[in-house]
């Protein structure tokens, strides 16, 4: 499923590739460079945050194996870091959030960035957004939700472990445009219901 996933990000061409973090699940640290060799093929660059899954939160802390991994296949981890990239002559200051449920995400980062250039944030769990100094960047792309996975009407949401009410798609919070991706894994069951693992290609003007 991740070469097919590979593949298809590959042939959208996108400028700059975004991983919103639960890269696993309940994976021993000797499956997981295996697990994730496909993303080593991505054809552009790459960044991303650890998830709460692959943190520990709950289960075992596999986030250094997951971390040294990601490095070697060339995805730059995100984890509390500011990184100034430029896509067709543009610049953009790329943030990116330590694991919220970690304690430890610094959230007077995006207050760094150089508000001349396009602020962009990446984090895994939607409602660090919540806790963001109102308008500090211009767009947020988080993960987390898995988009409620299994969508039993008017149940799925009670399930969904997030303070506001982030399911998947675009939501305006704390005066911060964000998109919550449903992303393409599974947690606890091994299988979605009316969720499709998406691919999501957003265009910024």
């Known amino acids: 499923m991740l070469k097919k996933t590979v593949d298809k990000i590959n042939k959208s061409k996108p400028d700059l590739i975004l991983l919103a973090g639960d890269f ?3 994976l021993p640290e000797n499956k997981i460079a295996e697990k994730l060799d496909s993303l ?3 054809s552009a660059p790459a960044y991303a945050v650890i998830g709460n899954h692959d943190d520990g939160y709950p289960g075992v802390d596999v986030s250094p194996k997951i971390i040294r991994t990601l ?4 995805i730059k981890i995100l984890d509390n870091k500011l990184e100034t990239i430029a896509i067709k002559n543009k610049e953009i200051d790329l943030i990116g959030l330590k694991e919220l449920w970690s304690g430890e995400a610094n959230f007077s980062l995006p207050q760094k960035a150089n508000e001349e250039h396009y602020r962009l944030l990446l984090t895994h769990n939607p409602d660090a957004v919540l806790k963001l100094k ?3 960047v211009d767009l947020a792309v988080a993960g987390h939700t898995h988009g409620g996975q299994v ?7 009670y399930f969904i472990p997030t303070e506001n009410d982030f399911v998947e798609g675009f939501y305006f919070v704390n005066g911060i ?3 919550v991706t449903s992303g393409i894994g599974t947690v606890g069951l091994p ?3 009316l969720t499709v693992p998406e691919i999501d290609i957003l265009e910024i003007e």
């Open 71 to 74: 490095n070697e296949y060339g």
């Open 24 to 26: 696993v699940w309940r």
């Open 134 to 136: 109102e308008g500090s």
């Open 151 to 157: 969508k039993i009407p008017f149940i799925y949401k």
């Open 40 to 42: 080593k093929n991505l």
């Open 191 to 193: 299988f979605r219901f």
């Open 177 to 179: 445009k964000t998109f």
